[in-house]
């Protein structure tokens, strides 16, 4: 990947960590329903591209140890900051694309609101690697929308959201230096459409699930067979 982009990414979640606020949005709504996919035996997950640690800590509550990577180190800061009480995290600063995947270590390998960043086709090949026989891969990430029946989901997702932000964001007073963030890093984020993700995710993970969700969102899950050599 070209390094000015993965540079301007580090920059703007630099930028992003300093007015975290801890609210609601279209990513933790979804937790539940990702920690229902974890394997029932989870010992280790490494969470690619933690950010502040929201899902990481929920995950170290009911596994052994989690390996929690983000290319901001302000990311981390406050992911370190707000994980006091977890021993069991493993917060690391580091660019997944440089990362030394360790063969069949992990029981799941979770990443939320992330892999649009990142050029998916070649980094599944070593998320499976990583995966211990049975264990899962779970992926929350961004939907383009590109057509009408796209489009008409947001008939029920825009008043939703509307809905949700004034009951569970009441706490939150957004400074105009958050929403120039923001702002900014929108300017240059780029998401799959459905077709591309069913593409890519179905054609290099044999029997996984795509499924599109509210909120602009897709999940892939994804068991490595047992008998899968990665
Ligand atoms: C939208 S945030 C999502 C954070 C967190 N998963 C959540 O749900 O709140 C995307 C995160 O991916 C991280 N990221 C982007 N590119 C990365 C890369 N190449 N390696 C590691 N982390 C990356 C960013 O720094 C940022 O914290």
């Known amino acids: ?42 010992k280790t997950v490494l969470d690619i591209g933690c950010g502040t640690g929201e899902f990481s800590r929920l995950l170290a509550k009911g596994v052994e140890r989690v390996v929690a990577i983000d290319l901001s180190s302000n990311m981390v800061e406050v992911a370190k900051q707000r ?10 600063v580091a660019d997944v694309l440089q990362w030394e995947f360790p063969d069949e270590k992990f029981d799941a390998v979770v990443s939320i609101a992330t892999l649009h960043h990142l050029p998916v086709e070649s980094l599944l090949p070593k998320l499976k690697a990583a995966l211990k026989p ?13 057509n009408l029946r796209d489009k008409l989901g947001d008939f029920v997702a825009v008043p939703l959201n509307w809905l949700f932000q004034a009951l569970k964001n009441r706490h939150i007073q957004q400074s105009s230096s ?22 890519i995710y179905t054609s290099e993970l044999r029997r996984t699930k795509v499924r599109k969700h509210l909120f602009w969102r897709y999940s892939v899950v994804w068991e490595k067979p047992a008998a899968l050599a990665a």
């Open 83 to 92: 994980s006091r009480q977890f021993a069991n995290i493993d917060f690391q």
């Open 134 to 146: 049975g264990g899962k891969l779970v992926i929350l990430d961004l939907l383009e929308h590109e």
């Open 178 to 199: 958050a929403a120039a963030a923001m702002r900014e890093h929108l300017r240059t984020d780029k998401y799959l459409t459905w077709e591309q993700a069913r593409r």
């Open 1 to 42: 990947m070209n390094e000015s982009l993965t540079q301007k990414i580090r920059n703007d979640f630099d930028c992003i960590a300093l007015y975290d606020q801890q609210g609601w949005n279209h990513n933790n709504h979804y937790h539940r329903f990702l920690l229902k996919q974890l394997p029932a035996e989870c």
